[in-house]
């Protein structure tokens, strides 16, 4: 009689939850809240993607004597809202959330060792996520403290944003709009900056009315028009600001005013300052280190890989 044989599949699932327990999603939320989290695990950013793309999630919790010390929301064999798994789901191609950061809601004195599929983990955590790798040529751009960490000094954009300002600009908070008005805004000055409509405009106005409260930033106004906006992504905890930049618009043809480097000034400020005032970890991520751009504005950190090894 013919043996049957285990799928490698299902051997593999059962490899990465061998160490973890299911936790209800009240109980990942109780950890997310208490221990901090990127934007893109929020427990209301999964049920987004949950209720629009019918992704379901799950939660795994990681126990040390009989306590949750560590929290993990999966996709299948991914990490939820990790790149590859964003690729793996197709969801890449439906909208756009860049290359979120990955930091997952876990015990600062606990250490955990997370078996699903990642590779955009933060390196803050390499002391808890055992076994990922974390690896110097693929990283992350993680803005720097600014203004004091500017290369060309902060004196050089209060000059800009002076200019600005006599030439009767406002920096408008991006809360002011609706997520149609938003959505508009986004698509027609992407489109002046690319040359393009940015991925699954037509859904934009629907994205962003269900993700309006984590809309973080300002939009740049002059002459009664606006001229540059970041879409930034915002989640608060007890312990964090996670932010993702995840592209933005511009009129190119305003270069003497530099809108696209002020309004990055302005937004990396004012998520600096919030981050001293409150004594919170911020985690404000531009995705991939892969442009002079980012450098301008960033430290490039390298990120983690975990779980690819197993089948």
Known sequence: ?????????????????????????????????????????????????????????????????????????????????????????????????????????????????VLYKAKYLLSLQRRQIAGAMFMKRKQMAILKQLPDELEAGKKEYQIKERRFERQGGVARDVQEFSAEEVAAIYIELFQQRWDRPPQGAESLSKTFAALKKFLFGKVLWLDQRPIAIQINYRADTLRTISIDYVNGGVVKTLKNLSPGSLLSYINGCNACEESRQSGKLLIYSYGKANTEYKDQWCHRVSRGLTGFWLP
């Open 1 to 113: 009689m013919a043996h049957e044989t285990l799928p490698l599949s299902r051997l593999g699932s059962g490899l990465r939850s061998l160490n973890t327990s299911q936790i209800s999603a009240e109980e990942y939320a109780r950890c997310y809240h208490e221990w901090g989290g990127s934007f893109i695990v929020h427990p209301e950013v999964l049920q987004y993607f949950e209720e629009t793309h019918n992704v379901k999630v799950r939660y795994r919790g990681y126990f040390k004597d009989g306590r949750c010390v560590g929290a993990a929301p999966v996709w299948g064999a991914f990490v939820a809202g990790d790149h590859s798994a964003l690729h793996a789901h197709q969801l890449d191609r439906k909208e756009d959330f860049g290359y979120p950061v990955i930091y997952l809601p876990i015990d600062p004195e606990s250490h955990c060792h």
